[in-house]
């Protein structure tokens, strides 16, 4: 847990009354308002281009489009929408790659018998570039 956690505590019918006034403010200000400002705006252009009307109602999606838009674009950690199709494999890339997840198991499964049936320890693998240095100082 939190050290310093806090905890809100409601009570009785003041308390009640302050949650509905904050979150009445919160939608004020955060929805209604970016709503109305969005339909005033689509209405004044709408004037000059020739497009129709909107109310509130659809200011409000317009400014849910909006909205959600930014966040989706403004976020470059993560994408939380890809536009991309995966690359498919052939049906011989998916056998070979079958094959290999096959064989792979196979291996550790026999791997796993012979280390606990004998006293034979496991090999470690050995980095590509160590053989290589190891077989140039070899050949010098």
Known sequence: MKRKMRVIQISGLRGILTVIFIASCLAAGFIL???KVAMHIWNYAAGFIGLPLINVYQGLLLWAIVAISG???NDRKKFLVAFKTPDRLT???MKSLLERMKIQ???QAINSM???SGNIKPVEKVDKSEEKSEKEKENV
């Open 33 to 35: 308002f970016p709503a």
């Open 71 to 73: 966040f989706i674009l």
């Open 91 to 93: 049906d011989k890339e």
């Open 105 to 107: 198991s196979q291996t």
């Open 114 to 116: 012979i280390l606990k």
